[in-house]
């Protein structure tokens, strides 16, 4: 029976047949001339015999190439590159250095699309506290975690097709039941209640879309984000908190109504990731409400200060109304360390690239402006600052992609050298 199975490999229209068939004549060939050259006598007909073998061997490498390429055609039916490129980038890829990157938002988004291309060794740590919008009617609904910015670094790291990454982003806008929802939310959500578990959940939309790395939520408690700001009062609430538009002295996590008699503990594998990172970033993003989530989870500052990996914090390019109003970039770094510690951070990384006064004047109306790179004060409390251009040239002041993973590397390969010797 097991050789009759063997046999199916020659049905019509798997376009199997052709390349086996070029390979055994290859075969032949190879054999044929090599019996003769081995016994033959004269030069000149040794020449043929080894034409006749080089020819053999041409039609072997043709035939296996077009074989493993009508098996690849099959499983990645768009790809536009050679198939040596692909696998070359894939095993360079693996051997990238293990980075962690801590956040959520956008601009975390932004800064695993550039770091993808180094590496497929990228954990990307996300806040869960996220309360807006789609987002929120979910874990209203259905006492999810939140799906928003995991959703957002998903869709970074993808591997396939722009159009997949399009439907994840795609939002409902007719007015409906799902007007505002986005599709990669509903997703994840819709995984949630068939897994019953979020980060199984998480991990089988990865999959979907390929990505190159890992997403993983910093903690697996349902929490709100709480600001305590600078005239005594509080509100509580991801999506509230920028509205108060008072200064924030500081924010902390509080257990949901549905977990109040838990303790909040940071996801067992986002703690292993750190422990097992050369790099972690921090940043870019909205520094109490995408940032400062993750990092006054105890356990995971503790765990980012006690590792030996090379640590990054990324300052933000414009400040944030209601959040950062007047924010420089030491202020924003003296934030995240009385959240936390001062091992958490070696470095800092700020744009000194004065954007386009077009794009300026638009955030001038939000009530944002650039963030002051007061890069002397950063020295001064002892952490080594890196400056330049590091933003994308559009409409929108934001960081780059390419230039900020470049800046990133740059610091890796020398520390590296520096630690060698």
């Known amino acids: 029976m097991k050789g009759l199975k063997k046999l199916r490999w020659l049905y019509p229209g798997i376009r199997i047949k052709r390349w086996i068939l070029l390979i055994v004549l290859g075969i032949i060939a190879v054999i044929f001339g090599a019996a003769r050259f081995i016994g033959e006598a004269l030069l000149w007909l040794k020449t043929l015999d080894a ?37 070359y980038k894939k ?22 699309a550039g770091l993808k291309e180094y590496s497929t060794n990228v954990n990307a740590v996300v806040t869960v506290a996220d309360s807006g919008g789609s987002t929120g009617r979910l874990r209203q609904e259905f006492d999810v975690l939140a799906p ?25 806008k007719k007015d409906s039941e799902l007007k505002g929802h986005n599709f990669g ?53 991801e999506a509230e908190i920028p509205e108060k538009k008072v200064p924030i002295e500081r924010v902390y996590l509080n257990p949901t109504h549905s977990e109040l008699q838990k303790k909040i503990r940071p996801a067992s594998h986002a703690i292993e990731a750190i422990e097992n990172a050369q790099i972690i970033i921090i940043g870019p993003g909205s520094l109490y409400t995408s940032i400062l ?64 006064e077009e794009a300026l004047a638009k955030y001038r109306e939000e009530k944002a402006f650039p963030v002051k790179a ?48």
């Open 51 to 87: 034409a006749l073998i080089f020819l053999g061997i041409t039609l072997i490498v043709a035939g296996v190439r077009s074989m493993v390429k009508s098996f690849v055609s099959v499983f990645l039916p768009s790809f536009g590159e050679d198939l040596v490129d692909i696998i």
């Open 91 to 112: 095993r360079y890829l693996e051997r990238g250095p293990r980075m962690v990157t801590i956040g959520g938002g956008h601009g975390l988004a932004t800064l695993l």
């Open 148 to 172: 928003g910015d995991i959703r957002n670094c998903i869709v970074a790291l993808a591997d396939v097709p722009s159009l997949m990454g399009e439907l994840f982003q795609f939002r409902f």
């Open 185 to 237: 939310n509903l997703f994840i959500t819709a995984m949630t209640q068939l897994t019953g578990d979020f980060e199984k959940a998480v991990e089988e939309s990865s999959k979907v879309l390929a990505i190159r790395g890992k997403v993983l939520p910093s903690t697996l408690n349902k929490v709100n984000l709480v600001a305590e700001y600078k005239d005594g009062s509080r509100v509580e609430g």
């Open 293 to 356: 989530p993750n990092l006054v989870i105890k356990e995971i500052s503790e765990a980012i200060a006690g590792s030996s990996a090379l640590k990054i914090y990324v300052c933000n390019v414009m400040s944030q109304h209601g959040e950062t109003d007047d924010y420089s970039a030491s202020e924003h770094l003296k934030a995240i360390i009385k959240h936390t510690q001062p091992k958490i951070i070696d470095y800092c990384i700020v744009n000194t690239k004065v954007p386009q």
């Open 374 to 421: 007061d890069s002397w004060e950063i020295r001064r409390m002892g952490y080594k600052v890196i400056e330049g251009n590091v933003i994308h040239a559009a409409d929108f002041v934001r960081h780059d992609p390419k230039r900020l993973a470049q800046a990133i590397m740059n610091i890796f390969r020398r520390e590296t050298i520096r630690r060698e010797f």
